[in-house]
């Protein structure tokens, strides 16, 4: 598959000190990648109640000030950036739950990669991408650029953890077009076979290592076919469980951009990312881009 930038970046953005590091990141990107650059702030309305009780009226007024602060601080936030690539973003500020209509709203604008910015705070060991990001990363329908790491610091080495899925393909095309790296790794890693389903089979023994056999070369074979259609990667076959073995990579290589694919949409925690995805979000110090499995047609 051939590599597919994005033509239009859009940037979340809560006016934190993340969001306006993923703005000075993204408008780099576009700049170099010839995209179009939105910012898009997203007001959450709140339940007003005028003096007079009619709960209609209030709302809409609160609303309609809200909207205005949101739009005086995109501008702020702005001419914060005056000078510089990112400032020739387009800000939007839409009406709605940022936690849910966030992706929603960036394609309507007309993106096609959405970027968030990320808290490097940790709680309980874990790192936190901030309570609405981490919602809004499991209902957005396009792919999405998570940034930790400095505006300013480049993708030297990029990492590419492929299941062989539409998805992990499509994050590897997208991969090649977004980042202008040094080194490329794919990696592909076999699991052992699950113990429950072991236990529910219980086969024999010259059973069991015919399946384990087969399957591990079944596993090599599309590993090879995989590294073969990507030559410009250093392709890596590892045995082990998934989410220890990439973290592992990660760690080893100093990693600054994971590339996954992601197994569909809805709002039940994991039903988007899966465990590695998550994984990776909340225990690795990188950039992670997530891409949705490609819609069948």
Do not use: K, Y
């Not at 702005?78 to 973003?89: I, M, N, S, V």
């Not at 202008?180 to 076999?190: K, N, P, S």
């Amino acid at each position: 598959m051939s590599n597919h930038p994005p033509r239009h970046l859009v940037v979340a953005t809560d006016f934190s000190p993340a969001a306006d590091a993923a703005l000075a990141r993204a408008g780099t990107l576009a700049q170099r990648l010839g995209a179009a650059l939105s910012l898009l702030h997203v007001v959450e309305p709140l339940p007003v109640m005028s003096a007079w009780g009619d709960p209609g009226a209030g709302a809409w007024l609160g609303l309609e000030a809200l909207q205005r602060a949101g739009e005086s601080e995109l501008a702020r936030q702005l001419a914060r950036h005056a000078g510089t690539p990112a400032a020739a973003a387009v800000a939007t500020c839409r009406v709605g739950l940022p936690r849910r209509d966030l992706g929603r709203l960036a394609q309507e604008l007309g993106g096609d990669l959405l970027v968030i910015g990320a808290r490097n705070e940790r709680r309980i060991g874990d790192r936190l991408l901030g309570s609405t990001a981490q919602a809004a990363v499991h209902h957005v329908p396009l792919p999405v650029l998570v940034l930790r790491r400095p505006a300013a610091s480049p993708w030297t080495r990029v990492l590419a953890a492929s299941d062989g899925s539409p998805g992990a393909t499509a994050a590897i095309a997208l991969a090649e077009g977004l980042a202008d790296w040094g080194e490329a790794h794919l990696l592909r890693v076999h699991p052992p076979l699950p113990e429950a389903t072991l236990a529910l089979m219980q086969p024999a023994q010259t059973q069991l290592e015919t399946l384990v056999q087969g399957l591990e070369r079944d596993a090599i074979a599309r590993a090879e076919a995989e590294a073969q259609a990507h030559p410009r990667w250093q392709a890596a076959f590892r045995r082990g469980a998934v989410i220890d073995t990439v973290l592992g990579e990660i760690e080893r290589r100093t990693i600054d951009l994971v590339a996954l694919g992601t197994r569909g949409h809805g709002p039940v925690l994991g039903s988007l990312l899966g465990s590695l995805g998550q994984a990776v979000l909340s225990r690795a110090g990188c950039d992670v881009l997530l891409v949705p499995q490609p819609a069948a047609t």
